[in-house]
T-cell receptor, first 115, second 116 residues
């Protein structure tokens, strides 16, 4: 069975600085997607970034980028120029298109942004 | 596009009563809808997966008779918590996928259920 691990329950970053959130996963499949979701205090889940496993190039969305290491099964999220609005829970999620079509979520990392 | 709504956003009910939560895809047809439960400061726990016109598939440990899921159309799924008890108090989130992109789930804003 697939698993997703987020080993950092909480992280802090100074405003305008860069922070990296870690995520590792375990799977025997070759075709899958990985996601980072943000859940602010409103609790609305917001898609931050998506990575297709077949793509070698790391996904980037403005200040958000990932470091996807398929062999190491690692999928970290880098947030550059951190802003106060980035403070939230961040969840890493795995989806297999050849499996059950369900997301498997990590336990989450709470990001605090210090002014 | 790809907006999912939930109603109500917050509901308080008395112990022993039933409460229904609606999940709607507003601008697309949802192939599949998912129901999650989230406890404070925890991750999302998948409760069940539903496809329009068929019975929901429940995750292990989820009581199907307590959490009734109906997926009546391609834009509406409902979760009914029957004979609610205080331990059912939680935050319930639904999500939906489109036919053309089954890998991406669009999440509703969630419903906070408080059972007194």
């Amino acid at each position: 069975a697939q698993t997703v691990t987020q080993s950092q329950p909480e992280m802090s970053v100074q405003e305008a600085e860069t922070v990296t959130l870690s995520c590792t996963y375990d799977t025997s499949e070759s075709d899958y997607y990985l996601f980072w979701y943000k859940q602010p205090p409103s609790r609305q889940m917001i898609l931050v970034i998506r990575q297709e496993a077949y793509k070698q190039q790391n996904a980037t969305e403005n200040r958000f980028s990932v470091n996807f290491q398929k062999a190491a099964k690692s999928f970290s999220l880098k947030i550059s120029d951190s802003q106060l609005g980035d403070a939230a829970m961040y969840f890493c999620a795995y989806f297999s298109s050849s499996g059950t079509y369900k997301y498997i979520f990590g336990t989450g990392t709470r990001l605090k942004v210090l002014a | 596009g790809a907006v999912v709504s939930q109603h109500p956003s917050w509901v308080i009910c008395k112990s022993g009563t039933s409460v229904k939560i609606e999940c709607r895809s507003l601008d697309f047809q949802a192939t599949t809808m998912f129901w999650y439960r989230q406890f404070p400061k925890q991750s999302l726990m998948l409760m069940a997966t539903s496809n329009e016109g068929s019975k929901a598939t429940y995750e292990q440990g989820v009581e199907k008779d307590k959490f009734l899921i109906n997926h009546a159309s391609l834009t509406l799924s409902t979760l009914t918590v029957t004979s609610a008890h205080p331990e059912d108090s939680s935050f319930y989130i639904c999500s939906a996928t489109r036919t053309e992109s089954s890998y991406e789930q669009y999440f509703g804003p969630g419903t906070r259920l408080t059972v007194t």
